[in-house]
Each structure stands twice: as C-alpha cells, then as structure tokens.
RNA sequence: CGGGAUGUAGCGUAGCCCGGUUAUCGCGCCUGGUUUGGGACCAGGAGGUCGCAAGUUCGAAUCUUGCCAUCCCGACCA
C-alpha cells in the first residue's frame, strides 16, 4: 500500500514543464514563484472556470471586477484579516522611474515618487470590496448583494510551490452580503455545495465537506467551511474554500442597512474562493506515469484522432474519412483534434497526447479503413479496441461519460481506503508515516492539543466533516473526552 | 531567515579530487533524403560569457576568496 503511494507533486515536473505550465517567469530572483500558464494549460482552466462560473450565475450571482490595488489604509481595516496576511503582501511604494545617474543606461526608483499611501496588491480583495459595498448598500431592498470576481491574487509566500502556492495565482473570489445570519450561513454552505459539486462531478476527485478549526480558519472569518481532498501521495489538500464572514467586515467598513422596521443593522457576509491551485489537485489525483489523465468533462480535447499513413497513396481517402468522424463528433459538441501533422509519426502522437491526458485516442489506418473499422484506445485503463466507423461517434460519446465515471470511482476507492480510525497515539503516527491518507481520531476540541499533535506528527485537522457522526470516545493525544472524530492528514 | 546540496549549449550531463591541445556525450534544433500501425533512420550542420567578479599561475571549467542564483528540508500558506 504504502509503496503505491509515491508520487508527489514534484514526480509530475515533466509535465509542468513540458506541457502545462513553466515553472517561472524568467531567470529573475523578483517573479520566482509564478507561473507561466501555456495554451494547453490554459485551456483547461478556461474549461474549469466556464463551469464554475456557470455555476456561480445559476445560483443567482453576478460578476464585477475590483481593482487591484488596495491602499493600505483600506487593507488594516479589518484587524484581524490584515493581520492574518500582513506576512505575505506585495507592496507599491512609488509610481515613477528616472535614469541612474551612476549607473548609465539603468533605470532607478525615483525616490521624488513616493506614494503618500502605500498600495497593496491584494492578497484577497475582502477590504477592497466591502469599502465598496458601503456605498452599495443601503436598505434590505439592496439585499442580497451576490457577487463573483475572476481575478489574480498576490501573496508572498516563503516557499512556493508550482500550482499550490504560486506567489501570483488565478482564482474566483465570491462576496456576498445578506440581511440575516441565517441567509448568510445558508450561502457559506451552499457555495461549498457548488465547489463539492463542480469537484466531484467535473474534475472526478472526490472530496470530504467539512468545517475548520479556529486554528485553521480564514483570518477574519467568524467560521471556514471547506472541501478536502486526498492526493495519490496520501497528503491531503484544501480545494476550496467558504467563509462565513459573520458582521466583521460590515463592522470595520461600517456597512449597515435599513431593515424593514426602519432600523439600521450590520450585513452579514460570506467569501469564498477556488483557484489555480485546483489544477494542481486534478494533475496529482489522477496522473500515472504516463502522464496526465484528465477527465472529459473539462479536457481540452476530449478525443484525438490521428490518421496512419503508408505514403501518400489514398491519403485523400483517408483524410474524408475521418473528417466525417470529426464532424459527427462535432455535432455532438464533443472537443475533438485532428492531427494530421507530418510532421510527427503516430508513435509519438501516441505518447504525446497520453502525456497530455486526452481522453480518448482514435487511430485510423488503411488497413482500418479497407474493413471500416477504427481503432479506439482509452486514456483513464489505456485499453484500445476496434470499433465500426459506422456508429463510432454514439461510441465514443458514451465512453467519454464511462472514463468520466472511472475516473472518479477510482479516485474515490483510492480515498475511502485511505480513511483510517485510529484511537491510538502510538498507532496514530504509524498510520501517518507508513500509509499516510486521512486519520480519523478523536480530538479534545482544544487549539492546544491541535497545536502540539501538528508539532509532533506534523499533521493538522483537515476539518471536522459536516454531518459528522457522533460518538463519545477520547482523545488521541490528551485522553480527555471527546463527542467526534474528526479528520487529520499531512497536507499541502 | 536557519540547515543541506548544486550551478558547464534550449534540456539533461562528462570533465573538477590530481590545472595543460579545438570542453564530453545524449535529447532537442536546422538542411537534405528515406520513412510513418507505439516516442523513426541516414548524412551533413548550427549552437558555449564553463553562474558573476577578483586572485594564484606561463596557463583556470578545474585551485583560493567574495558575491549571485537555483533546488531540497524547516518556519509561513489557497
């Protein structure tokens, strides 16, 4: 068991590399820690964000865009959300450059530009936003206030991690403010449905639904909800986040309305976010050593199809024949390429796009073409068969929604195998050295024993589930009594 | 910012200990040809501030010093 648990996100460079994303922006000390996001991998973040914005407008939200900056005045508002990011922030302190004087041909930061307040590139845009919202927000009427933002964020980490934590990375930021709690905590949670959803269902990775532990919580959040999920490695990672943000932020931008019995009251508002770092949860969840594997629902190209030529006889009739497919396969919006570059021989198509996780590959040759058949080979088991042209494309439609399926029960074996009770302290570290996955023990529920078991086993409560079963038991580590297990895991 | 390692062509590398012709090999790239059912083959070709700077020396990729950068581990985190 243990030894199928091997790869780690670092085993997937070549692909990040050579097909989805370049590790950096250039040879420069001052960007290290971007991503480049090549076509390809664009493409499948334009598939994914298509989806969840979707997603987003059927649950009644709109998009709008803020803007980057944030003065810094606005940022330390909310004490405790500055505070919490206060580590990380890139920060604009001129506007201007002039020539160096000592240094011909160089460029200096002109020290006669100094902003007379700081900019923050946000880290997340909760200040920006709310000091809007003030002006926004006047009485129940303009209530709910439901709103969504494609943007980039900023946050200098330490140590960066291509994916995971990139110092700049892609994500979709919700911002949404209600007149009661009770509404708010109802879209905290049905947000955290639309990503457990939009997970599940199009990206095939399975997730537990859960809520953070006040060590763990978004800074500046009254509660954090959240989606775990489990990498082929064993280490467990946050996929998304839902924040109920209680009266915080109204508070500390004073967004108060008129209730219907003429009185002023603090909205109550909710955040919630998924990024770039999803696709760093798709690569490490599915790939194997062939490469990628990428479910149809959100590939770029859910079928390739690749023509074998002897020469150039009867070329023509090869290529008639499978613009036929390409076109049926079309007409059925299914996202396919046809490869009919010469440049590359159908042996290294082959391997080209198992790297790449098409899929679903079809081959046609003349001696398919003399019995009207084509070859078609699966990427999620790598099994190929020969199927009739005529009919081929109702084929492979119903396959692309089987690969979709196995792709996920895979995935979810894999997880709920590695979901393991532990009652033990002793037994607690063996299962997390030697077999890693998700522990499921009993907690004291205090911030000190959550604190001291991350120091000793270096593993943090992923979250306490939602509907979790309760149960009286002890705790793992301080054997004082406890109601429920809750989940731990090394994560990322 | 602490601990460890590493910098040689677009990528991966040999050479360094023990200084000495024109810096090795593979992949990739360019040209021509033959090929095309699982990462083609033959022939020819281009491509190098050996991380940077200083020092030692008749002579430095190789030795010395300083600096810079990268990777891994930790603190931080989506």
């Given at each position: 068991m243990s030894k199928e648990i091997t790869k780690r996100a670092d085993d997937y460079s070549q692909w990040y590399n050579d097909?989805?994303?370049?590790?950096?922006?250039?040879?420069h000390s001052a960007v290290r820690g971007c991503m480049v996001i090549k076509p390809y991998g664009y493409a499948l973040w334009e598939n994914m964000r298509d989806q969840l914005d979707k997603m987003f407008k059927a649950t009644g939200h709109m998009n709008a865009y803020f803007p980057l900056f944030v003065p810094k005045s606005l940022f330390e508002a909310e004490e405790k959300n500055a505070e919490g990011f206060a580590k990380e922030c890139a920060i604009v302190t001129h506007y201007r450059l002039k020539n160096d004087p000592d240094k011909p041909g160089k460029l200096m930061v002109?020290?006669?530009?100094?902003?007379?307040e700081e900019l923050i590139i946000r880290p997340t845009s909760e200040a920006i936003i709310w000091n809007t919202y003030r002006g926004w927000?006047?009485?129940?009427?303009?209530?709910?206030l439901l709103i969504n933002q494609w943007a980039n964020v900023v946050r200098w980490e330490m140590r960066t991690r291509l994916f995971l934590r990139t110092a700049e990375f892609l994500w979709q930021e919700g911002h949404t403010a209600h007149a009661t709690k009770e509404e708010a905590l109802e879209e905290t949670t049905k947000m955290l449905d639309v990503y457990a959803t939009f997970v599940e269902e199009f990206m095939a990775v399975p997730v537990v639904k859960g809520i953070k532990t006040a060590n763990e919580r978004f800074a500046g959040a009254e509660d954090t909800y959240c989606i775990e999920a489990l990498m082929q490695d064993g280490k467990a990672l946050q996929a998304g986040t839902s924040h109920f943000l209680g009266q915080n932020f109204a508070k500390a931008f004073d967004v108060q309305f008129t209730n219907k019995e003429n009185k002023l009251e603090y909205v109550w508002a909710t955040s919630w976010g998924v990024s770039t770092r999803l696709i760093g949860a798709l690569i490490m969840a599915h790939s194997d050593d062939q490469g990628l594997i990428l479910p149809p629902k959100i590939a770029p190209h859910q079928v390739v199809i690749v023509p074998i030529y002897k020469g150039e006889e009867r070329k023509v009739e090869l290529n008639d024949a499978l613009k036929k497919i390409v076109a049926d396969l079309q007409a059925m919006n299914i996202r396919v390429k046809f490869d009919d570059?010469?440049?590359?021989?159908p042996g290294w198509k082959f391997a080209q796009y198992e790297m790449q996780g098409v899929p679903v590959r079809m081959a046609l040759g003349l001696r398919d073409l003399d019995n009207a058949v084509i070859e078609v080979a699966r990427r999620d088991t790598k099994e190929k068969t020969t199927v009739a042209i005529e009919g081929v494309s109702s084929y492979v439609q119903s396959l692309l929604d089987e690969i979709q399926k196995n792709i996920f029960e895979k995935a979810l074996q894999f997880r709920n195998e590695n979901i393991r009770k532990v009652d033990t302290w002793e037994e607690f570290n063996k299962v997390l050295d030697n077999e890693a996955g998700f522990v499921s023990a009993h907690w004291d529920g205090t911030p000190e024993t959550e604190e001291k078991i991350k120091q000793e086993?270096?593993?943090?409560?992923?979250c306490i589930p939602l509907n979790n079963e309760q149960e009286e038991g002890v705790c793992v580590f301080s054997g004082k009594p406890s109601k429920e297990r809750v989940l731990f895991a090394r994560a990322y």
């Open positions: 097909l989805v994303i370049k590790s950096d922006l250039a040879d002109d020290p006669e530009a100094k902003l007379e927000i006047q009485s129940h009427r303009d209530l709910p570059n010469e440049n590359n021989r086993a270096k593993a943090t409560i992923r």
